[in-house]
């Protein structure tokens, strides 16, 4: 028996360290001993399995497959990182070498073991050179040993110390974040952690500032701490900051004191702990908007000459802070709420504590923000203030406690803005997004084996988590459901949680065991796969058939409860029913006959479905339904049916709806049939009459479109007069149609005005009128548009950038290409370097270009994006 034993534990050491294939050999040997020694008999459990294998033959390879997949979770597992200290409180004192890019500074973290006594202390801290370190007790300090590898510091205690000892590391140190630094993920591209824009002043359209970014783990490549979301500590932060600049940090502004060199330091203090990865702060010449929540005050913060602009973009914060605070029955609980726009962000936002930093985007002068859609994402960081801030995951793994509460907050937020329609067009363009990404990853939401911390940020802990909570509400009905994020708040206040703890909360307050629910949805993946067929034969009765098709190997079978909808005389009736089964049917028993029953109308659940809908069911579901989002869908469904007939019948009354999106689209579908309006002369004058109405913006920009589409000559007055517009969205769409009329020269006074805005709505325009005119010596021009556009404006114009100089390369072609190559290569956002490499695709029948542009695919780290290229980069190889 023992030899047995010996031999099964060398066969499995020895097919870890030498392969597949010597493992496939010896248990091929085994198959052929038959012969088992007398001393090796037994009743052994192992013995007898072994030898039933061997006596059958064994699929050894699937064998060896599934012990590398379990061995792979096992040193893949990613939890709570372990704690070995409290970090009570950080005290920084930073000042800033802006030519090298670099930070000095002087660190106090105060600390002690958590449980079990410490003689050693490991701290994050990347890419440091690192001075001397001391270990301070009371009034005793004693200079420390320590060991570097450029990520984390061993420093070695004097002593063993106990869990009820409090002690200080004291240590200088410069932090260079520009070292080694790389990729994020998909929602934070970049891994600095501290970031210096134009920190020598060399580009008069760049503002000199400085942000931070710290997560997921990036604040230790400014500052040494424990760098995970399970730590918290109080904080104290000694900026030192330029006078011609402010600072805007963490809690309050507690101090300032003039340094009487030109420069002041800032004392932030944050009295309540948060994790280290939400320290933050940002320097620059900003101007400021003040306004206040009850006793919060409030900063929007923004550069110079764009504060009224700003004043616009975040006017309704204090309105969500009073909704949220209502909401969740639980007070907004920081002492301030600031907001800042930066430079060259490398995410949407970020939501530090007290202080959420934003992308240039939403940087917009008086006129660009009465267009502003921006409260999508400001209402994502304020809710992370409870969400993420007061409550924080204790793991990456369980990110969506903190971004799937975010992404809901956004649907809470239009639902009482601006109504149940447009809060279900948020919910149902999160639920495409998943499914976009499902395509290709499906993974459990509450995920414990990843490769980086990073790719945790994904639609998955994004939209799905969002629309997950969405469906929780919809089952335990509001006052439980929050109720539930009460108590979780209350219980969970400023410290980190795990799924089962939110789990607990819900069940603690419904009375009601949800593991079900949270088995299905946050621990496993996939999504519902769901053929639906209604049998109207009994349209008294009505059968509804529902037979879950998704792949049960990798996804669950789900229980879900839904909701059918019918009509009668005009009155929505509804019945509740939960699917437990593959196949089930449910009878609807209206009773009063109806020719159709909706599944899920107003689209609340997380599902794929196949449901054969008739055209008619289809212009029937548009007529009937009182849910705008279920009208939106039918008329959506007939458009990709491409049902002419029934979608001319509906049009009149699509661009009449009450639901602004309906009628957008319903513009949309005109603008592409020009004829029906030929046909219905009312069509046309109802156009108008949207234009000339204070309909949203971006529906009157969408009756432009249509207007345009139909017959510019006859409204080429009426443009003319709209690019008075205050509106960018109407002005632009104006200056569109006045710039793509064939024949047409525009005054040069209208070109001069529109050549010198910078809002890429105007910058298109004006670069399809100077391509297709053609008018030349417009290089230069082009050349300074690329260097003052950014974000999705600037993705937008690098298509008409290259098509420009590679229809007229003596305007500049080689500078061109050079610009396209240095964005290719290293702007931080990897939609503006796809958008670059699709622009020099243009001027790929130059062989010295193409190898360039070979070298430079070649190096790109993202993953999505590096398919991308490899993908264009065979097929120019096939012409070549």
């Known amino acids: 028996m023992k030899q047995m034993q010996t031999k099964a534990k060398d066969i499995l050491q020895k097919s870890t360290k030498f392969g597949l294939g010597l493992l496939i050999i010896l248990l091929g040997s085994c198959k052929s001993s038959k012969n088992i020694s007398p001393e090796t008999e037994g009743n052994n459990e192992l013995e007898l399995s072994l030898e039933s294998e061997i006596e059958e033959g064994i699929d050894t390879l699937s064998i060896l497959k599934l012990i590398e997949e379990k061995e792979k979770e096992i040193s893949n597992y990613k939890g709570s990182a372990t704690r070995s200290f409290d970090l009570i409180h950080t005290d920084l004192e930073l000042d800033f070498d802006f030519q090298r890019q670099a930070v ?19 701290l994050d801290a990347q890419d440091f050179e690192v001075g001397k370190i001391y270990f301070v007790e009371n009034t005793d300090s004693t200079s420390l040993a320590y060991t570097y590898n450029e990520q984390q510091l061993r420093i070695f205690l004097p002593r063993e110390v106990s869990k009820e000892e409090t002690f200080d590391i004291s240590m200088t140190y410069t932090a260079f974040p520009e070292r080694n630094s790389g990729n994020g993920s998909q929602a934070i591209t970049d891994t600095k952690g501290l970031y210096f824009i134009d920190p020598k ?113 975040f006017q309704n914060t204090p309105e969500m802070i009073g909704f949220f605070s209502e909401k969740l029955g639980f007070k907004y609980p920081w002492p301030k709420y600031d907001q800042v726009v930066v430079k060259d962000f490398v995410s949407g936002a970020m939501e530090n504590t007290t202080v959420s930093i934003f992308m240039e985007e939403l940087k917009l002068n008086e006129e660009e923000a009465l267009d502003s859609e921006w409260d999508y994402i400001i209402a994502h960081e304020l809710f992370h203030q409870w969400f993420g ?113 939110l789990r607990q909360a819900f069940e603690e307050v419904s009375g009601e065991d949800l593991n079900w629910f949270f088995n299905q949805w946050f621990l496993d ?158 069509l046309e004058a109802e156009v108008v009459r949207i234009l000339e109405s204070k309909s949203k913006n971006s529906v009157r920009a969408g009756a432009v479109d249509v207007l345009s589409n139909l017959d510019p000559e006859k409204y080429e007055q009426t443009f003319l007069g709209l690019l008075e517009e205050r509106s960018v969205l109407v002005a632009s769409s104006a200056l569109m149609a006045l710039t793509s009329m064939e024949g047409l020269e525009l005054d040069e006074e209208i070109v001069e005005k529109f050549s010198e805005e910078n809002n890429y709505r105007y910058v298109i325009p004006i670069s399809e009128y100077f391509i297709t005119k053609p008018i030349l010596d417009k290089g230069e021009w082009f050349n300074g548009k690329i260097n003052r556009l950014s974000g999705e404006g600037l993705y937008f114009f690098l298509g008409y950038y290259g098509e420009y100089f590679s229809r ?22 990897n939609f503006i370097r796809l958008g670059a490499f699709q622009a020099i695709l243009a001027f790929s029948d130059d062989p010295k270009v193409l190898d360039d542009i070979f070298e430079i695919a070649s190096l790109e780290k993202d993953p999505e994006l590096k398919s991308y290229y490899d993908y264009f980069m065979e097929a120019l190889k096939d012409e070549n």
């Open 104 to 122: 000095l500074g002087k660190a106090i973290l105060t600390m002690k073991p958590y449980f079990k006594p410490q003689k050693e202390v490991l």
């Open 201 to 313: 002043g060399v580009d008069p359209l760049r503002p000199t500032m400085i942000w931070t970014q710290g997560e997921t783990e990036h604040n230790s490549k400014w500052f040494p701490t424990f760098d995970h979301p399970n730590e918290r500590m109080t904080q104290l932060f000694k900026l030192t900051v330029p006078d011609s600049m402010i600072s805007i940090g963490n809690g309050e502004l507690v101090n300032q004191e003039d340094l009487k060199n030109g420069f002041h330091l800032d004392y932030w203090e944050m009295k309540e702990p948060h994790a280290p990865y939400l320290a933050a702060f940002a320097i620059g010449n900003f101007g400021k908007v003040e306004a206040s929540w009850e006793d919060i005050p409030l900063g929007y913060y923004v550069e110079k000459g764009y504060e009224k602009g700003a004043e616009i973009v």
């Open 389 to 501: 801030d007061f409550v924080t995951t204790e793991s990456w793994s369980n990110l969506t406690l903190n971004e799937g509460f975010a992404n809901y907050s956004e649907y809470l937020w239009n639902e009482y803005k601006y109504g149940k329609d447009q809060a279900a067009l948020k919910l149902v363009a999160e639920m495409e997004t998943y499914f976009q990404e499902a395509l290709n990853k499906k993974v459990d939401l509450i995920r414990y084996q990843y490769e980086n911390s990073e790719d945790m940020f994904d639609s998955h802990s994004y939209s799905k988590g969002g629309v997950i909570l969405h469906m929780l509400r919809k089952y335990l009905g509001d006052e439980v459901f929050f109720q539930s994020l009460n108590l979780y708040l209350n219980k969970h206040a400023l410290s980190s949680v795990e799924v089962h703890d």
């Open 525 to 682: 993946k996939g999504h519902p796969e769901l053929l639906i067929e209604i049998d109207y034969t009994l349209p008294e009765n009505v059968l509804i058939s529902v037979t879950q098709i998704q792949d049960l190997e990798t996804a669950p079978l789900y229980q879900i409860p839904f909701e059918v909808s019918w009509y009668e005389n005009g009155t929505r009736k509804i019945k509740h029913f939960t699917l437990r089964e593959a196949f089930q049917q449910f009878a609807l028993e209206n009773e009063i006959t109806t020719d159709l029953v909706m599944f899920d109308e107003g689209k609340d659940l997380l599902i794929q479905r196949i449901q054969l809908n008739s055209k008619e069911q289809w212009v029937n579901q548009f007529e009937r339904s009182e849910l705008g989002i279920a009208r939106y869908e039918a008329l959506d469904s007939l458009v990709s049916l491409e049902a002419f007939q029934e979608l001319k019948s509906l049009i009149p009354k699509a661009i009449k709806d009450d639901f602004w999106s309906i009628k957008e689209l319903g513009l949309g579908i005109l603008q592409s049939h020009p004829e029906w309006m030929v046909e219905n002369p009312e």
């Open 808 to 829: 007229f390369p003596e305007e500049g072609k080689l500078k061109a290409v050079e610009n396209l190559k240095e964005i290719m290569r290293s702007n931080p956002q």
